[in-house]
């Protein structure tokens, strides 16, 4: 589960990994279910090197994307979408609906230092208290796996650039 925080950086979700760099390091990619709590939503953030194909299983939400002009739009998804987000696109995810938001999702690459190994960090075990994150130790951790918060103080890399 994701710990709760004023900052809502993110809320009542649950994550089951199947594949990653831990489990099967020789993978390309690394593939788990996430489900996100109703009224969940993870922040605008970016990934310099990971993309994510996510194939929603059931519940509402809506992906808000920002394009290279700073515009922002909003995709609503429900059970059936497949949802594609290349490395360096400003996103983030929220649950609009009136039930838990659920998906699978690959990412790719699949890396000690990935999107997925950010996620071992931040979520707590079944029945464990988690302890709310503040906003500089989401950005801390999240820069040091692939996912930059938009308006983050954490040092930031280009896409596609060196880490």
Request: glycine content about 14%.
């Amino acid at each position: 589960m994701f710990p709760e925080s004023k900052d809502h950086l993110g809320s009542g979700g649950e994550l089951q990994v199947y594949l990653d760099a831990e489990s099967h390091p020789q993978a390309k990619a690394s593939f788990a279910k996430f489900t996100l709590g109703v009224g969940g939503e993870l922040p605008v953030h970016r990934h310099d090197k990971t993309e994510e194909i996510a194939y929603i299983l059931s519940g509402e939400g809506a992906v808000i994307s920002i394009d290279d002009a700073g515009g922002q739009f909003q995709v609503l998804i429900s059970a059936g979408y497949v949802w594609y987000n290349p490395p360096g696109v400003w996103h983030g995810l929220k649950n609009t609906g009136s039930e838990p938001l659920s998906m699978v999702f690959a990412t790719i690459p699949n890396e000690k230092k990935g999107l997925l190994s950010f996620f071992r960090r931040v979520c707590v075990g079944p029945g464990k208290e988690g302890t709310p994150l503040s906003q500089e130790g989401f950005e801390r951790i999240g820069s040091e796996h692939d996912l930059i918060l938009r308006g983050s103080t954490a040092p930031q890399h280009e896409p596609g650039g060196v880490r």
